[in-house]
């Protein structure tokens, strides 16, 4: 298999880090009272790595996730203020060159291991794991791996956020991949990415390819439908955002 270039790898193991610290923090759940039991600092988890590389996936292809919040306003499930003003964030200028980080499809999708970043976290606290038995349809039992936040991840990443600015571009894929109903496992992100036939045409171990082009037209044509004029500055749209979540 050719190498794969560093930025296709999801960039750097401190890029990847910050995503992963971000990701815990806005789209993981509460820990339960038995998981507080293992790891008593912990305050956010994410259950599975396949659900970890799914929500990375949207995170850094804002083309994809712009597409999957267009899918949910034609599907009438969310208002097309936040949801334009989220689209034409993702997709104006160079936005979705300059925050793209491809990534490679597998059996199960989009794919990606964690392990050098997980470690790098590991080392200062900020982050712990444990794998755990999860029984599935036929009875049979299957080994996840579950990624926690402790409380010291969340104010280093907070201080990050005070520090970086690049940092509320993420903030905000963060919001936007939380407007999809999704639920807590990583079955329903994979099912909703396979729908699109790119993505789920890609050969296994091959860069799944942008659909940028069309999704900028899919835009156009959203925001003639409810007017919404993409030649003024979102700012307006951009401030509901928090609310509709």
């Known amino acids: 298999m050719p190498a794969v ?3 296709a790898r999801g960039g750097s193991t401190s890029q990847a880090a910050a995503r992963i610290l971000l990701i ?6 509460v820990p339960t009272p038995a ?4 790891f008593p600092s912990a305050v956010k ?8 590389a799914k929500l990375d996936f949207w995170l850094r292809n804002p083309d994809y996730l712009a597409n999957e919040l267009l899918n949910d306003l034609e599907a ?18 160079e936005a979705p060159t300059l925050h793209l980080y491809p990534m490679q499809r597998y059996m199960y999708g989009a794919w990606e291991l ?3 970043a997980i470690a790098l976290l590991k080392s200062h ?4 794991q444990r794998r755990v038995g999860e029984a599935t349809a036929d009875n049979s039992v299957r080994a996840r791996r579950d990624y926690f936040l402790m409380e010291a991840g969340e104010r280093v990443l907070a201080n990050m956020r005070a520090e970086v600015d690049q940092l ?16 807590p496992s990583g079955a329903a992100a994979r099912a909703r990415q396979y729908e699109q036939p790119e993505y789920a045409a890609t050969p296994i171990g091959q860069i799944i390819p942008t659909i940028l082009g069309q999704t900028r037209e899919r835009l156009r044509r959203a925001a003639a439908a409810h007017g919404y004029n993409l030649d003024e500055p979102a700012s307006e749209a951009l401030s509901q955002i928090g609310e509709g979540k």
């Open 5 to 7: 270039a560093p930025r």
């Open 168 to 183: 509320s571009w993420y903030d905000l894929q963060a919001d936007a991949i939380d407007l999809l109903n999704i639920g």
């Open 125 to 128: 606290d900020l982050v712990n």
């Open 114 to 116: 964690p392990d050098n």
């Open 76 to 93: 009438g499930a969310i208002d097309a203020p936040i949801c334009l003003g989220h689209v034409e964030r993702m997709l104006k200028d």
């Open 24 to 29: 815990l923090d806005k789209l993981g759940e």
């Open 35 to 38: 998981e507080i039991a293992v």
């Open 45 to 52: 988890v994410v259950r599975a790595t396949s659900r970890l």
